[in-house]
């Protein structure tokens, strides 16, 4: 199974990577929403994680960008984030946001997470 | 655990990187550039900060970071004016942030009152405003308590997890109820809306997961199924009743299985009271005729039931369930009667937040992250292949070059793309100055605070590239000059004033590339340096004899003289028991050189001369008795005969060569290393070179062999350090050269000469 992280933090996504790895998920990275956006138009990705604050395209325009384009509409997408404010995750939801993961996150909660979004 | 470490190393490099771009944001905002990409872009580091800080617990960065954050999130939305007291909260906001990570790096804790004040005045600014605020605001104040739990990692909270409307009444109940020991048994009632599936939420995979809790049933009510002429593909007809029977199940835990599609259903969760709830169970086959065959419209009273297993397997073989693109216009079922309680909501205020194109991350060029072991490997392989090259080249003597015109070429090719390698390489290595610049300018702000003085810096050259080892050496003895030069050069306003200067004295930062050096220069507008104070001082501490007199070039010197300090009372700004020694040990620690030239009344500049490279030098060999040493080439004006130099005598009795009309000082390098030289005097060389600020000296060595490009290796890494040698090389046959330190020859010459 083939995981997109997007974060613009490195250690996130060095953490990510690791736990993901582990889990036995084959990772890919993105620093960005548009890089993400680059990602998916060439890999196919079974679930993406993705922060929210992130600088050239923020985490909810990646979200709006990838359901817009038809294409990945039954991709799983789950929002990364420390902000835990309703707000926030209404925002990420509205934009087609599947779920979402509380940073710091503990592993083997990450993992059941993506087991409830994937088959 | 070493993972945790990795993290934590990568961790604090990206802080180092996120403060520096704090520096450099509020460098641009304080110059009035307050616009929302940079307000952006600090609030993104700070979040950053915090968020990796949360991963590794550390408690006190983290609950110090979510309260400034809290502030710049006020700031960005415009909830707070950012003003100038503002301002200046946020710089020390972001210097007790770099504490916190320092301490955090160091695993230290600075206590609960460190930063107090600050977070006080970030709760004072950010309450203020809790009147007016949007509904945000409730997470704000929610948020320390958020914080100062022990970051043990959590789930959300479920808020009113099971659905508002339909479920009220159930919520009620599982309150009044005491928690089901016997076998519980719950109702579940699930429709969801196509928002649900826009979402690719799947509700095979809700039913998994409950499945997880307890046993299962699941019925589908397909009722609302019409017929294929009126079937949108990507509508929504399917809603669920389930039954679970679990001793363990709670509403909360039911709830969090339908988390992420709250409000995207409708949803009732109940408790039986123990009765039998086993609806008549349809065949498989009659849903799959259902499914299989939709113009055979289902009748109300058709109500299939299927088991958790018999249903997956038909969701699965069947997809008008799990297929409903954000696009497609949903039919919504009539018995949805909920409202759509997520509307496309926020879509301007996400256009806000879009970060601008010259985000410096946007620019479009593709990079990746590279360990420097991984480059200095590359260097160093480089630089061997550099002097094989150079080797083989010299091992082409005229016989062979007639006779092997192809290997001949081959070798010159081989030189330029060796040397296009090279360069390709330092590429990597180099970096603009800007990463140091962008640090003085809140130090000259701070100092001027300090000091009562008027004072502004001007930066030029900041794209000016350097190794980055020369870059991460840079930092200490740059602070350090523009401390010297506010502390004791430029004067206080009233002085300025009254000599006739503008009030605001000026500090001009520059760096530049000329020939194989980076020339980084500290210029000020201040007094110049008090040489009868110098002289007075470095006669008090013995550093120079009482019975000599330096020139004005050499008094100015003496304050990289070690243990000299003139400051008649220690400031709290460049009294820090270092002196401007400091500088120099550093600066030539990376092979560089100061030179200081002062003008009295008129200030002062201090010029940094910086090797482009660290690891790859052009030289000139040479004979000294029976060593090959090597020379710098950038530091070489010219060679002479020495039958054809013109040499003379000092009143003091040393050698002088005449050039041109200038004199110069003679060092015999065969005198100076002590070797004894066998060859004649006229048969011998002059070497004359240029040290710092132009001042020449003649070498004289016994044989000129040539140029070629050496590999620098450490003598205070391998060896110790010998004055006058500034390292030592491998050459192309096997022999060990030393490197000429044209710098320190001078420097030392002149004061020994002087002294003597």
Same mark, same amino acid.
């Given at each position: 199974?083939?995981?997109?992280?997007?974060?613009?933090?490195?250690?996130?996504?060095?953490?990510?990577?690791?736990?993901?790895?582990?889990?036995?998920?084959?990772? =890919?990275?993105? +620093?960005?929403? #548009?890089?993400?956006? @680059?990602?998916?138009?060439? !890999?196919?990705?079974?679930?993406? %994680?993705?922060?929210?604050?992130?600088?050239?395209?923020?985490?909810?325009?990646?979200?709006?960008?990838?359901?817009?384009?038809?294409?990945?509409?039954?991709?799983?997408?789950?929002? =990364?984030?420390? +902000?835990?404010? #309703?707000?926030?995750? @209404?925002?990420?939801?509205? !934009?087609?946001?599947?779920?979402? %993961?509380?940073?710091?996150?503990?592993?083997?909660?990450?993992?059941?997470?993506?087991?409830?979004?994937?088959? | 655990?070493?993972?945790?470490?990795?993290?934590?190393?990568?961790?604090?490099?990206?802080?180092?990187?996120?403060?520096?771009?704090?520096?450099?944001?509020?460098?641009?905002?304080?110059?009035?550039?307050?616009?929302?990409?940079?307000?952006?872009?600090?609030?993104?580091?700070?979040?950053?900060?915090?968020?990796?800080?949360?991963?590794?617990?550390?408690?006190?960065?983290?609950?110090?970071?979510?309260?400034?954050?809290?502030?710049?999130?006020?700031?960005?939305?415009?909830?707070?004016?950012?003003?100038?007291?503002?301002?200046?909260?946020?710089?020390?906001?972001?210097?007790?942030?770099?504490?916190?990570?320092?301490?955090?790096?160091?695993?230290?804790?600075?206590?609960?009152?460190?930063?107090?004040?600050?977070?006080?005045?970030?709760?004072?600014?950010?309450?203020?405003?809790?009147?007016?605020?949007?509904?945000?605001?409730?997470?704000?104040?929610?948020?320390?308590?958020?914080?100062?739990?022990?970051?043990?990692?959590?789930?959300?909270?479920?808020?009113?997890?099971?659905?508002?409307?339909?479920?009220?009444?159930?919520?009620?109940?599982?309150?009044?109820?005491?928690?089901?020991?016997?076998?519980?048994?719950?109702?579940?009632?699930?429709?969801?809306?196509?928002?649900?599936?826009?979402?690719?939420?799947?509700?095979?995979?809700?039913?998994?997961?409950?499945?997880?809790?307890?046993?299962?049933?699941?019925?589908?009510?397909?009722?609302?199924?019409?017929?294929?002429?009126?079937?949108?593909?990507?509508?929504?007809?399917?809603?669920?009743?389930?039954?679970?029977?679990?001793?363990?199940?709670?509403?909360?835990?039911?709830?969090?299985?339908?988390?992420?599609?709250?409000?995207?259903?409708?949803?009732?969760?109940?408790?039986?009271?123990?009765?039998?709830?086993?609806?008549?169970?349809?065949?498989?086959?009659?849903?799959?005729?259902?499914?299989?065959?939709?113009?055979?419209?289902?009748?109300?009273?058709?109500?299939?039931?299927?088991?958790?297993?018999?249903?997956?397997?038909?969701?699965?073989?069947?997809?008008?369930?799990?297929?409903?693109?954000?696009?497609?216009?949903?039919?919504?079922?009539?018995?949805?009667?909920?409202?759509?309680?997520?509307?496309?909501?926020?879509?301007?205020?996400?256009?806000?937040?879009?970060?601008?194109?010259?985000?410096?991350?946007?620019?479009?060029?593709?990079?990746?992250?590279?360990?420097?072991?991984?480059?200095?490997?590359?260097?160093?392989?480089?630089?061997?292949?550099?002097?094989?090259?150079?080797?083989?080249?010299?091992?082409?003597?005229?016989?062979?070059?007639?006779?092997?015109?192809?290997?001949?070429?081959?070798?010159?090719?081989?030189?330029?793309?060796?040397?296009?390698?090279?360069?390709?390489?330092?590429?990597?290595?180099?970096?603009?100055?800007?990463?140091?610049?962008?640090?003085?300018?809140?130090?000259?702000?701070?100092?001027?605070?300090?000091?009562?003085?008027?004072?502004?810096?001007?930066?030029?050259?900041?794209?000016?590239?350097?190794?980055?080892?020369?870059?991460?050496?840079?930092?200490?003895?740059?602070?350090?000059?523009?401390?010297?030069?506010?502390?004791?050069?430029?004067?206080?306003?009233?002085?300025?004033?009254?000599?006739?200067?503008?009030?605001?004295?000026?500090?001009?930062?520059?760096?530049?590339?000329?020939?194989?050096?980076?020339?980084?220069?500290?210029?000020?507008?201040?007094?110049?340096?008090?040489?009868?104070?110098?002289?007075?001082?470095?006669?008090?501490?013995?550093?120079?004899?009482?019975?000599?007199?330096?020139?004005?070039?050499?008094?100015?010197?003496?304050?990289?003289?070690?243990?000299?300090?003139?400051?008649?009372?220690?400031?709290?700004?460049?009294?820090?028991?270092?002196?401007?020694?400091?500088?120099?040990?550093?600066?030539?620690?990376?092979?560089?050189?100061?030179?200081?030239?002062?003008?009295?009344?008129?200030?002062?500049?201090?010029?940094?001369?910086?090797?482009?490279?660290?690891?790859?030098?052009?030289?000139?060999?040479?004979?000294?008795?029976?060593?090959?040493?090597?020379?710098?080439?950038?530091?070489?004006?010219?060679?002479?005969?020495?039958?054809?130099?013109?040499?003379?005598?000092?009143?003091?009795?040393?050698?002088?060569?005449?050039?041109?009309?200038?004199?110069?000082?003679?060092?015999?390098?065969?005198?100076?290393?002590?070797?004894?030289?066998?060859?004649?005097?006229?048969?011998?060389?002059?070497?004359?070179?240029?040290?710092?600020?132009?001042?020449?000296?003649?070498?004289?060595?016994?044989?000129?062999?040539?140029?070629?490009?050496?590999?620098?290796?450490?003598?205070?890494?391998?060896?110790?350090?010998?004055?006058?040698?500034?390292?030592?090389?491998?050459?192309?046959?096997?022999?060990?050269?030393?490197?000429?330190?044209?710098?320190?020859?001078?420097?030392?010459?002149?004061?020994?000469?002087?002294?003597?």
């Amino acid at each position: 199974m083939r995981v997109l992280t997007v974060d613009d933090s490195r250690t996130i996504l060095a953490m990510l990577h690791h736990t993901l790895s582990n889990a036995g998920f084959e990772v =890919l990275q993105a +620093e960005d929403g #548009q890089k993400g956006l @680059d990602v998916l138009a060439t !890999a196919n990705v079974d679930v993406v %994680i993705t922060d929210i604050n992130m600088p050239v395209m923020d985490g909810i325009e990646f979200i709006k960008k990838v359901r817009a384009s038809g294409e990945h509409n039954s991709l799983p997408i789950l929002i =990364l984030t420390t +902000e835990t404010s #309703q707000d926030k995750r @209404d925002q990420g939801r509205a !934009a087609g946001g599947t779920g979402w %993961i509380v940073k710091p996150f503990d592993p083997e909660k990450l993992i059941s997470v993506i087991h409830r979004v994937v088959h | 655990m070493s993972d945790l470490d990795d993290f934590k190393a990568t961790y604090f490099d990206e802080c180092t990187e996120l403060l520096t771009e704090l520096e450099e944001q509020f460098a641009a905002i304080e110059a009035g550039e307050r616009t929302p990409d940079r307000l952006n872009a600090v609030f993104r580091a700070i979040h950053s900060i915090k968020g990796g800080g949360g991963a590794f617990g550390f408690s006190e960065l983290v609950a110090f970071a979510h309260a400034y954050e809290t502030l710049l999130d006020h700031v960005r939305d415009g909830r707070i004016e950012l003003s100038d007291p503002v301002t200046v909260l946020c710089i020390r906001a972001n210097d007790l942030v770099a504490d916190f990570v320092n301490a955090a790096k160091a695993g230290t804790k600075l206590g609960a009152a460190y930063g107090a004040d600050e977070r006080a005045q970030f709760d004072a600014l950010t309450s203020g405003n809790a009147a007016e605020s949007r509904p945000t605001g409730e997470d704000d104040a929610r948020g320390d308590d958020e914080f100062d739990i022990d970051f043990v990692p959590v789930m959300v909270n479920l808020e009113g997890a099971a659905a508002e409307e339909p479920a009220a009444a159930a919520d009620d109940q599982f309150t009044a109820m005491p928690l089901a020991v016997e076998k519980g048994q719950w109702e579940i009632r699930f429709a969801p809306h196509s928002e649900l599936y826009a979402r690719a939420n799947d509700p095979l995979l809700l039913f998994r997961e409950l499945a997880n809790l307890g046993e299962l049933t699941v019925v589908a009510k397909l009722t609302e199924i019409p017929p294929l002429a009126d079937f949108e593909p990507f509508g929504v007809y399917c809603t669920w009743e389930l039954t679970l029977v679990s001793p363990t199940a709670t509403a909360e835990s039911i709830a969090e299985v339908f988390e992420f599609v709250e409000g995207n259903c409708d949803l009732s969760i109940a408790q039986l009271a123990g009765r039998s709830h086993r609806p008549s169970e349809p065949t498989l086959a009659d849903l799959a005729q259902l499914v299989t065959l939709p113009e055979k419209t289902p009748t109300v009273d058709e109500t299939p039931t299927l088991s958790f297993a018999e249903l997956a397997e038909t969701v699965k073989k069947d997809a008008p369930v799990r297929v409903a693109p954000a696009a497609a216009t949903p039919v919504a079922a009539p018995k949805l009667v909920v409202p759509d309680p997520a509307p496309s909501m926020a879509s301007e205020e996400i256009d806000d937040r879009r970060s601008g194109p010259e985000d410096r991350r946007g620019a479009g060029v593709q990079s990746i992250r590279v360990d420097l072991d991984k480059v200095d490997r590359v260097v160093n392989m480089v630089g061997e292949l550099v002097i094989t090259q150079s080797m083989l080249s010299q091992q082409m003597d005229d016989t062979l070059r007639a006779r092997y015109q192809e290997l001949v070429r081959g070798l010159e090719v081989l030189a330029q793309t060796t040397r296009g390698l090279q360069d390709a390489v330092m590429a990597i290595r180099a970096q603009p100055v800007k990463s140091v610049f962008s640090r003085m300018p809140r130090l000259v702000r701070e100092l001027a605070t300090k000091t009562g003085k008027k004072i502004k810096l001007e930066t030029i050259g900041e794209a000016t590239e350097i190794d980055k080892t020369v870059i991460e050496q840079l930092s200490d003895p740059l602070t350090h000059m523009i401390r010297n030069s506010a502390d004791h050069g430029i004067e206080v306003p009233e002085k300025r004033r009254s000599l006739g200067k503008p009030e605001i004295g000026t500090i001009r930062l520059s760096a530049e590339q000329a020939g194989g050096n980076i020339l980084i220069t500290v210029e000020d507008d201040g007094g110049g340096i008090n040489r009868e104070r110098v002289l007075e001082v470095a006669r008090d501490k013995g550093i120079v004899a009482i019975d000599v007199t330096p020139t004005d070039e050499q008094i100015d010197q003496l304050i990289f003289a070690p243990g000299f300090s003139t400051a008649e009372q220690v400031s709290d700004i460049s009294g820090r028991g270092v002196g401007m020694d400091v500088v120099l040990s550093n600066i030539k620690k990376i092979g560089g050189s100061v030179h200081v030239k002062s003008k009295t009344g008129q200030g002062t500049r201090m010029t940094l001369r910086l090797p482009l490279t660290l690891a790859v030098l052009d030289v000139m060999l040479v004979k000294v008795g029976p060593s090959p040493y090597v020379i710098p080439l950038s530091s070489i004006v010219e060679t002479i005969q020495c039958s054809r130099a013109d040499f003379g005598r000092a009143p003091s009795g040393a050698k002088v060569l005449r050039v041109r009309g200038e004199y110069v000082q003679v060092v015999d390098l065969a005198e100076r290393f002590e070797l004894t030289g066998d060859a004649e005097l006229a048969n011998r060389f002059v070497v004359l070179c240029e040290a710092e600020g132009g001042i020449k000296i003649a070498l004289i060595v016994d044989d000129i062999i040539g140029q070629q490009q050496v590999v620098i290796k450490s003598l205070e890494e391998n060896f110790e350090s010998i004055e006058g040698i500034a390292g030592g090389t491998i050459l192309g046959d096997g022999n060990v050269a030393l490197i000429v330190d044209v710098q320190g020859l001078k420097a030392n010459n002149s004061l020994h000469k002087n002294a003597a």
